[in-house]
Each structure stands twice: as structure tokens, then as C-alpha cells.
């Protein structure tokens, strides 16, 4: 079961985005406003049905980008892995677990991506419901920073994870 976490999670992840995104686009007036500037002032609109497209791709695109170019990595030349103790990891014996600890890290970063692009469509969401629109800089401001928080972290851990050469385990210690 542990080893499935990370996917089941994604499907969630994935799954709940797209489902409070359908149902919070019913909310959005006609011509919703999509890009704010600093201050959190509406400066971009685009129709609802575009919006509703634009953030379904944007929301899904890149999460399933990163874990598509970590699964890719199996079928390159290890030289060019740049992780800490090249030789080790590099090595045939060792490359297939190299990529599968960072497949899996693929995936709870794509995990991570989903639910900040639930909370950035909320805010956008929220600011079109006021009068006139109005974004919370200061909301959006602490998503950002807990996700790049949380990717700085996952990137430690990786750096930790490769430092570690011996008694890693059948899937690579990335539990």
C-alpha cells in the first residue's frame, strides 16, 4: 500500500482539482477577471468557457509534465543524471534505482502542484465574487510561499536521498 501512496494521492489530487474547478466555474460571472496585477486589481479577462479550459491545462500540464520527463529519464544515457555521487547512481546497477527514487519524487511534487492550483483557483474564484474583483495578494503571497517551501524541502530530501549510497532498500528508500 505504501508504495502506491504517492499515486493514489495524485488521482485525488487530480480528481479534486478538476471537480472544484467544474463546479466553482458555475460561480464566475460571463466574463470573469484572470489576471490581477500587484495590488490584486483585475488587468486580464477571458470568458468563462476559455477560463475553464485554460486552467484545466495549466492545472493538469505541468504536473503531469514533471512526472512524464522523471519517468522519460529510464530511456537516457545515465551521464546525464546530475545527482551527488555520480559514479554510484550512474552506475547500471544502480540507475534503475536512481530513477525510480526520482519518479517518485515526480509524483508527490505533481501531488503538491495540484493542490496549489486548487487554492490559486479558489483565489481567483473569491476575487470575482467581490465587487468589483478584487484578489487577496496577501492569500496568494502565503500559497506561494508554502509551496516553495515545500518543493525547497522535497529538494533537500533528494540531495540527502542521493548522498546515501548502501542500505537503501528494494525501492530506493523513497517512502
Not at 489576471?35 to 468563462?48: E, S, V
Request: charged share 15%; glycine share 6%.
Amino acid at each position: 500500500m505504501r508504495r502506491y501512496l504517492p499515486w493514489i494521492l495524485l488521482a485525488v489530487a487530480a480528481l479534486f482539482f478538476v471537480l472544484t474547478h467544474l463546479s466553482w466555474m458555475r460561480q464566475l460571472p460571463e466574463r470573469p477577471a484572470t489576471h490581477f496585477d500587484m495590488q490584486g486589481r483585475p488587468d486580464g479577462w477571458m470568458d468563462r468557457s476559455s477560463h475553464l479550459v485554460f486552467m484545466l491545462l495549466f492545472g493538469l500540464g505541468p504536473p503531469a509534465f514533471v512526472i512524464t520527463l522523471c519517468w522519460a529519464l529510464r530511456f537516457l544515457p545515465p551521464s546525464l543524471l546530475n545527482v551527488p555521487k555520480p559514479e554510484y547512481w550512474r552506475s547500471p546497477e544502480h540507475y534503475p534505482e536512481a530513477c525510480r527514487i526520482l519518479l517518485r519524487w515526480s509524483v508527490w511534487l505533481a501531488v503538491f502542484m495540484l493542490v496549489l492550483m486548487t487554492f490559486i483557483n479558489r483565489e481567483v474564484v473569491a476575487a470575482n465574487l467581490k465587487s468589483p474583483p478584487m484578489l487577496s495578494t496577501g492569500g496568494l503571497l502565503l500559497l506561494v510561499f508554502a509551496f516553495s517551501g515545500g518543493v525547497l524541502a522535497s529538494i533537500a530530501w533528494l540531495v540527502w536521498r542521493f548522498s546515501k549510497t548502501s542500505g537503501s532498500g528494494q525501492d530506493g528508500g523513497a517512502r
